[in-house]
């Protein structure tokens, strides 16, 4: 059986009612086996952070009327692009940057390039120079998939005491 699966494009100041909640619907059936670290149980937390940035854009995945993943992320301030404390060394000419906040895809639709084509749909327009993203550290097969979609690994942080250490994810968006 082959599924269709429709992409909706939200941005900050048009975003439906319910839409935080629908985001942390999907986090926590992706995250089910999770849910009792302090970290993962602060996710609502970051979506009203990204939500409410300037610039946020977020693509969420349907299949008919069930949300079955989501991308979302914002640009960042000019200067102050946490990432460039990593061994990327972005010339002078290209400085600005789109932050890939989550890539999620719920655990009934993966492995059927949904999380591929929200990526690519969420940076299609984006002006930026380069996108980065964190993958944790514990998950190099997710790495080496962000690895086929041309990030490199520019370092490694941990931004929260209690979050995962992860690999800083770079990647330029136009040559």
């Known amino acids: 059986m082959t599924i269709v699966i429709d992409l909706q494009h939200y941005g900050h ?23 009792d670290d302090e970290f993962h149980q602060r996710f609502p937390w970051f979506v009203d952070h990204w939500s409410e940035t300037n610039g946020f854009t977020c693509v969420v995945a349907f299949d008919g009327d069930e949300p079955t993943g989501f991308a979302y992320g914002a640009p960042q301030q000019p200067g102050r692009e946490w990432w460039r404390s990593t061994t990327f060394e972005p010339d002078d000419d290209h400085t600005t940057t789109y932050a890939v906040s989550e890539v999620m895809v719920r655990p009934q639709w993966r492995k059927q390039g949904i999380s591929d084509r929200l990526h690519e749909a969420l940076l299609r327009s984006r002006n930026e120079d380069f996108a980065v993203l964190l993958v944790d550290v514990t998950h190099p097969r997710v790495q080496e998939l962000y690895e086929s979609w041309g990030y490199d690994k520019a370092g490694e942080q941990q931004p929260f005491a209690d979050s995962p250490v992860y690999a800083v994810m770079v990647k330029r968006l136009h040559p």
């Open 13 to 35: 100041g048009s975003l439906p009612e319910g839409f935080k909640q629908m985001l942390i619907g999907v986090h926590a059936d992706a995250y089910a086996d999770a849910m």
